[in-house]
């Protein structure tokens, strides 16, 4: 959907009123891939997830996605974020498979050094954080969904990190993530066999908080910030940051390490032939 199109939606109009329309236009000449309207009375940012086909994450979405962090958290009115999508299916479909597949050494490095960045960006907010997940969410997808301090999520869809079902590895920051929201036992079990959950199932091991219908998801992850922000921001901040700063200073301590691993696990023989058939499927999929 265009941007014109997004902006005609009158259910769009409705929610967010004149104002934060216009609010929306300006940031968006700074990125049509993240639409942000953050609403001046509740500092509260919607921010949209704004790439189609399936919102899939490649170096320069997730540059625009981390730009936006820096923005809201440079914003002193800005206290809450709400992540979600403008495509009512696809909340996002994880890392941008092509990024991976016959990739350049440098692109690669900067692409899994951005997506980095983006996770401590998320992760480490100090702002109260809540995904309203409006569609699937595989991989990278739930990696942002557990960055988050609380999900609400569509009815029917599917979140997980699928990643060992593609013959790669998810990364010990994704499993430190998915490991905070569920613990260790259904981390193990969701991320050894790459399980792709159901809302329901996701909702029943506490990966998600709510389970909702289309029409109430923004609604209600407006309701439930009002509860968040009605903690003392420092308060909030500083317990949020005794339990997040571990994992955080985990990753800084092996940066370069982890995008050596990377770099050296995607471009083995075997993973590219993996990603190859992969990629072969989707698109099969997709024709059909
Ligand atoms: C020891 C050291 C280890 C170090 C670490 C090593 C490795 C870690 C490495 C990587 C970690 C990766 C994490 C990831 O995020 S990988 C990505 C995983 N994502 C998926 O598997 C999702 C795949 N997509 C889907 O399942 C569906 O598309 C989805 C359910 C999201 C939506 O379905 P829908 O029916 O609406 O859409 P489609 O018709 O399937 O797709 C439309 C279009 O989009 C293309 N596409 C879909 N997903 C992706 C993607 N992730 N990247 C790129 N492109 C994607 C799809 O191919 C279609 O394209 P086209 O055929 O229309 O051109």
Redesign the pocket.
Known sequence: MSLKQLFRQPMLRAMLGRQHIQALRSMTTQSDKVLVDLDPKTGVAVVQMNRP??N???LEFLSDINNTLDKLHNDKSCRGLILTSS?N??F?????????YQPQTDRLTEFWKTLQNVWMNLYGSRLATIAAIN??S????C?LATCCDYRIMVQNF?IG???T??G????FW?VDSMEGVVGYRQTELACQKGLMMTTDQASKIGLVDEVVTPEVVLQKAQNEMVSWLKIPDYARQLTKSQMKMPNINKLRARRDE?VQ??V???TKDS?QQALGF??EN??K???K
């Open positions: 086909p399936v899939s994450l490649n495509n299916k696809v996002c479909a994880g890392l941008d498979i092509m990024e991976m569609g699937h595989p991989a990278g997808g990696l599917t990190l699928n990643e079902q593609l790669i590895i998810p990364p994704f982890d691993h990377f050296n696990f995607i993973v992969y990629i989707l698109k999929k997709a024709k």
